[in-house]
Structure formats: C-alpha cells, structure tokens
C-alpha cells in the first residue's frame, strides 16, 4: 500500500512559477513509475509527466508542458516533484500525484492539490 500528499498549489500570475511536493508513504520499492496528472474546471484528468523509479530513464511530458515543467524525484525522502514555469491560464487544474506497479498492475494516487493562474 501506499500513500501520496502533495502540496504546493496555490494561485499566481500569468509567466510565474509554482513547484509542488507529493510525499510518499508505504511500500515504495515496488513501485515502477510515478507521474502528475491534472483535471481543470469540467474537463478529463490528463497525464502530465512521468518518471521512472527503477531506473534512470527519460522523463517524459506531455506536449503543452515540454519545456517549461520538470518533473523530478528524491528516492532518499520519498517525495515527487512538479517544478512548474511560465504558467499560463490554461495551467489551472488540480494537480494529482499518481505511483504505478506494472506488473502486477495497480495505481495509487494522492488526493491533489489546486493551481491557479489567473491575473
């Protein structure tokens, strides 16, 4: 089982930066893969990054984020990041840390965290 906080959300401007946190507890050495997900206002959660935790693969983004997020891990401390740049309107959603086991398959997520970008 495992458990994921995140935190760090909160309302900026258009062009500022936000970095948000997940904690995880529980047991994290079976786990393969963890990535941030998003949901704004009346729309489907979507993935936004992934990291690999067994290895030290590529990152991976989708495409309205490449280049201005950074998703990135501390194994030591258990925690996740989301260093967010160049925010834009659109960047508003409740931010969702997720971990996956591939095999077998089961998913954890956290119970998000809300970013804001609004002038």
């Known amino acids: 089982q495992v458990q994921l906080v995140e935190s760090g959300g909160g309302l900026v401007q258009p062009g500022e930066s936000l970095k948000l946190s997940c904690v995880a507890s529980?047991?994290?050495?079976?786990?393969?893969?963890m990535n941030w997900y998003r949901q704004a206002p009346g729309k489907q959660r979507e993935w936004v990054a992934r990291?690999?935790?067994?290895?030290?693969?590529?990152?991976r983004y989708m495409g309205a984020v490449e280049g201005r997020f950074t998703i990135s891990r501390d194994k030591i401390k258990n925690m996740l990041y989301l260093q967010m740049t160049s925010l834009k309107p659109e960047d508003t959603a409740v931010y969702y840390c997720?971990?996956?086991?591939?095999?077998?398959?089961?998913?954890?997520w956290g119970e998000g965290t809300l970013v804001t970008v609004s002038s």
């Open positions: 997720n971990a996956q086991r591939w095999g077998p398959s089961i998913t954890y």
């Open positions: 529980g047991t994290m050495s079976d786990i393969d893969a």
């Open positions: 990291i690999l935790m067994k290895t030290e693969g590529p990152t």
